[in-house]
């Protein structure tokens, strides 16, 4: 998802590895998830506030009538539901496209080839908390530094423009596995962090 232009994937992935085998096809697939992963996050983005609780609500009736609802993570519940009612495109339909126009989802942001040494933070993932009754969202931002993948929280208040950092928080070397521990936190760690960045 945050990948740019350099080595084909194939090639970065494998050492120059066959089409078709084994690791490469999962390699496909998990790019296929990472893509739609991104896409239902661009959703929660750019949907307005007083639209999410009735979308919940939604969700959480759905998850729960296919015993997936996480109660304690109700985000979790609302991108699996996203995912169910976004029109994506089934992994074939992805795939005739991505190995088609290779060069669009590159530029698109989804592509296949390996970042820079460094970059711009990006953002991948967030979650909603509150503070001293105030309603807030903590955004995890990563970006390659060196060999391994760096991350930090930008925290902003529902309505306004201004933000909040945290230092480097995270170093991983697999970019899943630094969403993951994000996802991981709970909300009093999540208010610890916001805490740690006031003024």
Not at 5 to 33: C, I, N
Not at 82 to 97: N, S
Request: glycine share 8%.
């Amino acid at each position: 998802m945050l990948d740019t232009v350099g080595t084909p994937v194939d090639r970065l992935d494998h050492g120059g590895s066959s089409t078709g085998s084994p690791a490469h096809s999962a390699a496909l697939k998990g790019r296929y998830e990472e893509y739609c992963r991104q896409q239902v996050f661009l959703l929660l983005e750019i949907i307005p506030r007083e639209v999410v609780r009735p979308l919940y609500r939604r969700a959480r009736t759905w998850a729960t009538e296919r015993g997936v609802h996480e109660s304690e993570d109700p985000m979790s519940t609302l991108r699996l539901f996203c995912r169910e009612i976004l029109p994506l495109p089934p992994f074939d339909a992805w795939l005739l496209d991505y190995e088609t126009h290779r060069l669009a989802h590159v530029s698109a942001g989804l592509g296949v080839l390996p970042l820079p040494e460094s970059m711009e933070p990006v953002a991948v993932e967030f979650r909603r908390l509150e503070h001293e009754a105030e309603a807030w969202r903590g955004t995890l931002e990563v970006y390659r530094g060196g060999d391994v993948w760096r991350g930090l929280i930008r925290f902003q208040r529902d309505g306004e423009d201004g933000h909040f950092r945290t230092g480097e928080i995270f170093r991983e070397d697999d970019l899943q596995d630094l969403r993951d521990r994000f996802i991981s936190f709970t909300a009093p760690n999540l208010r610890s962090f916001l805490r740690s960045t006031l003024p």
